[in-house]
């Protein structure tokens, strides 16, 4: 198989043995901009998937880029829990000029852990979950980059952890802005209440996880690290790349609470 366009946002589409034909394209109302799910770049979406013409891996990459310009802090290494946080972690690595090092390797043997059904088997999964490298951090500074924090659970025994087996300090930079808002577009997102930002233990997050810091990336930073490359590809092309993606836009609404419909009750 190989890789040929993406679908339109409200296109219909024939595709046959001899070609791909568009039926109809069902406009956006009143000539609004797209508004694309921006947490598909941040997690849900696998790395070799290609949205908007950029490959979701390169776009984690440069969220931290983004990420370690915005919140650099002194350390010796950078890691992530593995794996879904690589790409991010190897952007920020390398725009500190730090190296990118192993602290955890997963367990193969053991399932997902937000599947549990209450807080307390998650976290004991968490600790089932990893092996711990310890020879390659003992004594040093870690910054630890996240891809998101929902609730916190699983982020504070992995920190336990890692001072357990001789980390010296451990930093958790995060690659996207925090969540605070539900999703009425389809998304599973935890109730308000549950998420980690708009509880009171937010305000002094570090404490509460056991970091010695926590920063997370601007909702702008996001935004201009997963654009930046459309818009060099329409300033390049701007007659066939601005009839293909059309207005550009991304949803940020569990980011900012700026919904992209207006909601009827």
């Given at each position: 198989s190989r890789y040929y366009r993406e679908v339109l946002p409200g296109e219909i589409v024939k595709i046959s043995r001899h070609d791909v034909q568009t039926l109809d394209v069902v406009r956006r109302p009143e000539g609004d901009p797209s508004a694309f799910c921006i947490f598909e770049y941040v997690y849900f979406a696998r790395p070799d998937?290609?949205?908007?013409?950029?490959?979701?891996y390169s776009v984690r990459r440069r969220c931290g880029q983004q990420l370690a310009i915005e919140a650099p802090v002194e350390a010796d290494l950078v890691s992530t829990v593995p794996e879904s946080a690589t790409p991010a972690a190897l952007g920020y690595a390398q725009k500190?000029?730090?190296?990118?090092?192993?602290?955890?390797?997963?367990?193969?043997?053991?399932?997902?852990?937000f599947i549990q059904p209450n807080m307390r088997l998650r976290q004991l999964g968490v600790a089932k979950k990893f092996g711990v490298l310890s020879d390659n951090f003992k004594g040093k500074r870690v910054v630890i980059i996240d891809d998101s924090i929902v609730r916190g659970n699983t982020i504070s025994p992995i920190i336990k952890l890692l001072r357990e087996s001789g980390a010296k300090e451990v930093h958790i930079r995060v690659a996207s802005p925090p969540i605070r808002f539900p999703c009425y577009m389809g998304i599973n997102i935890p109730t308000?209440?549950?998420l980690i930002a708009n509880r009171p233990e937010f305000h002094d997050l570090a404490n509460y996880i056991g970091a010695d810091s926590v920063v997370y990336l601007s909702v702008e930073g996001l935004v201009s690290s997963v654009q930046e490359s459309i818009k060099a590809r329409q300033d390049n092309h701007p007659k066939t790349q601005k009839s293909f993606i059309g207005k550009l836009g991304h949803c940020t609404a569990c980011l900012t609470g700026d919904y992209p419909v207006e909601l009827e009750w």
């Open positions: 998937s290609i949205f908007e013409g950029q490959m979701v500190c000029g730090l190296p990118y090092v192993e602290v955890l390797c997963k367990n193969r043997y053991v399932g997902r852990t308000k209440e549950e």
